[in-house]
């Protein structure tokens, strides 16, 4: 999920096969220090939300009515799927 949140906001992502562990296995270096940060004085980047990857009812529709061929991919978590689990977003249902 934080990939497609990531690109939804226009930051280049990727994702690691097979996450750290892979990468160490790997040889590649791994740093273990706390890292020195210092406060910044202005944002580091400005983002700007990109609707396009996220696909309203309408669009779903639309996919679904033309001859293309659609693969959708829900992410919620299993009991929010099947409506076992609520909602955690005030005024959504």
Known sequence: R???TLR???VEAAV???GLP???AAGH??????PAV??????AADFAYSGELQWRL???????????TVQLVDARP???FRGTAPEPRAGCR
Do not use: I, T
Request: negative net charge.
């Open 2 to 4: 934080l990939w497609h």
């Open 8 to 10: 939804a906001f226009g």
């Open 16 to 18: 690691l096969d097979g």
């Open 22 to 24: 892979a990468w160490a």
């Open 29 to 34: 270096a791994v740093e273990r220090a706390e």
């Open 38 to 43: 210092e406060p910044a004085a202005a944002p």
């Open 58 to 68: 309408g669009d779903v529709e639309a996919w679904l009515a033309s001859d293309r």
């Open 78 to 80: 299993a009991g929010r």
